[in-house]
């Protein structure tokens, strides 16, 4: 294979800014460039880009003011797969998938099973310096990569979304201690990755999955995908919701207690109705990151002997496991993803940020 002397890539040059004072707001500017393909050190691979998932994380850099650690200009993404073209000779050729949050394998989190949240970890898109997913090839290390073995005709591109979507759920179910036979809510279920919650969760062999959103399309589809019931929230306060849920549970003999709760929307609508639901002996996993303040009775879970626990990105040890779930059709990635040319990443940024898309977008290079 012939590795290119330089890499297109889609530069967010600025993000979109805001003046408090006006009110006004600046949009924020995507490039398209050329940058030179770095030396690779040892362990270090470069991978051609089938595919770039288009996440909230990237909206949220571009439109909302959440800070990256590297600054612009960067290329944003990191829901990536592709076929490895340069570096490391072993990997040379090989399809693979790479984690959204790389750790550094050396700290005391690491080491401690906790190198997903390792604080010197390498995110594309983010902190890896220039290099993101949106572009024609990535420079990264090998040591994390997900080698993707007899996919069929699973297009490699739809592998993406593993990379995130697929993997931050698992990771989450871990976190959660999710046991065959749990019951399980997921708020936001419709999301990008509320739709893997809802699937992972079942697959892992929850007992019952329950869907909250306000899209009901969507819910309609989770249904046929994981969830055992749904709830429209739309136009509900979070004591609706709350009421609807005990309703359904006294209904359908479920219990009023031990619930495992994922919040994903990271909205604080989403968080007000998770809290709502968080009873005896239940568990909170907060999935979905936002910027709102939510309040809460904290001594309520002394009361409820209850738990809110965060999570955030997957061990890449995990990622085989999340892939072979896919490959073996316990989890659906066809109905859930579409695939773009990288060419319409303002245009796609700007309808996902609008609305939220039926599917992950996934975008394909065509420099």
Request: aromatic share 8%; charged share 20%; glycine share 10%.
């Amino acid at each position: 294979m012939t590795a290119p002397k330089t890499i297109q890539t889609w530069q967010m040059v600025q993000p979109t800014t805001f003046n408090r004072e006006t009110k006004e707001s600046t949009p924020g500017k995507l490039q398209k460039t050329e940058i030179p393909v770095p030396e690779l050190q040892a362990g270090e691979v470069l991978v051609e880009v089938a595919g770039c998932g288009v996440c909230h994380t990237d909206l949220g850099y571009f439109y909302d003011g959440v800070p990256t650690v590297s600054k612009p200009p960067l290329t944003l993404g990191h829901e990536i797969s592709g076929t490895v073209v340069a570096g490391d000779e072993a990997w040379i050729g090989k399809e693979v998938i790479i984690p959204a949050v790389m750790p550094c394998r050396k700290c005391i989190l690491c080491k401690t099973g906790r190198g997903n949240r390792c604080l010197d970890q390498k995110m594309p898109g983010n902190s890896l310096g220039l290099y993101g997913g949106f572009s024609s090839h990535i420079p990264v290390p090998s040591i994390d990569l997900c080698e993707v073995k007899n996919r069929g005709d699973v297009p490699l591109a739809h592998l993406a979304v593993v990379a995130d979507a697929a993997t931050t759920p698992y990771q989450a179910a871990k976190r959660a201690d999710l046991q065959p036979g749990d019951n399980v809510v997921v708020v936001g279920i419709t999301g990008g990755v509320g739709q893997y919650v809802g699937q992972i969760t079942k697959a892992l062999g929850a007992r019952t999955v329950i869907g909250i959103a306000r899209n009901q399309e969507k819910l309609d589809r989770a249904l046929k995908y994981g969830a055992d019931f749904a709830i429209n929230s739309t136009g509900k306060d979070a004591g609706a919701v709350s009421k609807e849920f005990r309703a359904l549970c006294k209904e359908n003999g479920l219990p009023n207690f031990g619930w495992k709760i994922f919040e994903v929307t990271g909205a604080k609508a989403g968080q007000e109705i998770a809290l709502a639901l968080l009873g005896f002996t239940g568990k909170l996993i907060v999935v979905g990151f936002g910027l709102a303040k939510t309040e809460y009775a904290i001594g309520r879970l002394m009361a409820f002997d209850a738990e809110v626990i965060g999570t955030w990105g997957c061990l890449p040890e995990y990622y085989p496991i999340v892939l072979d779930m896919v490959l073996k059709g316990k989890i659906n990635m066809a109905n859930f993803v579409e695939t773009r040319p990288m060419s319409t990443i303002a245009e796609t940024f700007a309808e996902a940020h609008k609305t939220p898309p039926m599917k992950r977008i996934v975008l394909t290079p065509d420099f």
